[in-house]
């Protein structure tokens, strides 16, 4: 039962929802959101991995660079959360047909934002790492890696978004097999792009951007015939091909508080990340060392309360709220195990961890102490990220977005300013600021999630 259950998942086994056992719809649906998950883990600690061979400086520009990046990140992020919300909410209804119109909007409202954030990237790439306190030889080294990330968010934005509707939709199999494909090829081709082979020396550091770009793209080109061929029942097809402005507009009234999420999140880390740069491009190396392995667990967690986004929103369209609240709380459970798991992993073995990317003790240091340090609140972390997803999924994302404001903005900035400059704790204050920050945040969101308010929302 169990291998079919993970070869139904895998394949793609179409499935409702809204009768499936919960136990057995939360492993259908987490298997490929882990393993999509897995994979842009895996890209972040390989991409990270050849960058370290250019150098600290080359790690400082990967990491400032992301710094604002994650900014196109929170846009994508957003509408992904439309688009999870708008299409399970219209599978739960059964009107396929208008999931398709959604998609279809989606894409319209993600490629002129990525077309508009690009060319402002282009043009002021220079000015942004400046700005994020690089030093001279960081920003003359930097700058066309940053111009050629920059001008690829069309590929990223896609990605999310339309990942989220394969999501809301549960073909979570699309959404992994997407990022398979994009990942994989970035993580084959950065080592050829950034060192060359043969008599060809490489990209260098423009070379990741390259690899990274390209691989997306053939990543959203997969995404888009598996929208468009109409052998699913998410397919835009030619009735859908229209511009609906009221759709646009539940799709900007949803994504504005998705986008605040992590536009607000983003604020906080670039102010971190500001603020780290105060201690040299060593201190900045080792934090983005640090944060890149954190990412390889941080993210199939997120994957695995994806399901809840997904499960709250199509049981919620087929007026099912207990149904609804019960799958969150079944996938809390499986992911506070799972980042439990981690925790330990990282407390024993961070300095080896951190030892795999580079051979700099200092930066080794830094990077094993964040681990350590962070890892300490995954627990906590566990908890808000799947109830975070369970407000996204029943179409409430401003109260997430309003979480951040008070807990990211209101402690954790000025935490980390006070302990790292004011208590002279430097990076280790950071560290300490961020996992307190997220274990309070996450005690928050339970208590306003037991007040159930997110039940009655109407997408």
């Known amino acids: ?51 370290a061979k250019l150098g600290e400086h080359a790690i400082a520009t990967v990491g400032l660079t992301e ?3 994650v900014l196109v990140y929170a846009v994508g992020f957003g509408i992904s959360m439309a688009a999870t919300a708008l299409i399970s909410r219209r599978f739960g209804e059964k009107q396929y047909s208008e999931a398709g119109s959604a998609a279809f909007q989606l894409l319209i409202v993600g490629g002129v934002i990525s077309v508009i954030l690009g060319v402002l990237g282009w043009i002021f790439a220079g000015d942004i790492l400046g700005l994020m306190g690089a030093e001279p030889a960081v920003v003359a080294s930097g ?4 111009r050629i990330i920059f001008a690829g968010n069309t590929a990223i934005m896609l990605l999310f978004l339309i990942n989220g509707a394969f999501r809301g939709a549960g073909q979570a199999h699309h959404a992994m097999r997407s990022l398979w494909i994009a990942n994989g090829l970035n993580i084959f081709l950065d080592p050829l792009f950034i060192f060359g082979f043969g008599t060809w020396s490489g990209w260098g550091l423009e070379g990741a951007a390259v690899a990274t770009t390209f691989g997306r793209g053939v990543g959203v080109l997969y995404q888009l015939y598996h929208l468009f061929n109409g052998r699913h029942k998410l397919k835009i097809l030619k009735e859908n091909v229209e511009i609906s402005w009221e759709i646009i507009k539940k799709i900007m009234s949803i994504s504005i508080g998705g986008m605040g999420q992590f536009l607000i999140d983003s604020v906080a880390w670039i102010a971190l990340t500001r603020m780290n740069a105060e201690f040299g491009s060593t201190a900045l190396a080792g934090y983005t060392i640090a944060f890149r392995i954190l990412i390889f667990t941080i993210l199939p967690a997120w994957g695995l309360s994806g399901a809840a986004a997904t499960l709250v929103g199509q049981n919620l369209g087929a007026n099912q709220p207990q149904r609804a609240e019960d799958a969150v709380w079944i996938t809390t459970r499986y992911t506070v195990i799972f980042m439990a ?35 300490c609140g995954y627990v906590f972390f566990a908890i808000g990220m799947v109830l975070t997803q369970a407000f996204n999924g029943a179409g409430d994302t401003k109260t997430p977005a309003w979480i951040n404001i008070g807990v990211l903005w209101f402690m954790e900035i000025p935490l980390a300013y006070l302990l790292a400059f004011t208590f ?23 208590f306003i999630f037991r007040k159930g308010k997110w039940k009655t929302m109407k997408v």
């Open 341 to 375: 798991s981690v925790t330990g992993i990282y407390l024993l073995f961070a300095s080896s961890l951190a030892g795999i990317f580079t051979d700099i003790p200092e930066i080794q240091a830094i990077a094993a102490q964040g681990l350590q340090v962070i890892a």
């Open 1 to 51: 039962m169990t291998l079919q259950l993970i070869k139904d998942a895998i394949l793609g086994k179409e499935q409702d929802f809204t009768s499936l056992s919960l136990k057995t719809a939360i492993v259908i649906l987490a298997i490929p959101m882990i393993l999509e998950m897995m994979m842009e883990s895996l890209f972040a600690v390989v991409d990270i991995f050849f960058v």
């Open 143 to 146: 700058v066309m890696y940053s």
């Open 424 to 446: 002279e704790l430097e990076y280790l204050g950071i560290f300490i600021a961020i996992a307190f920050s997220h274990s309070f945040h996450s005690l928050v969101t339970l």
């Open 67 to 69: 710094s604002v990046v």
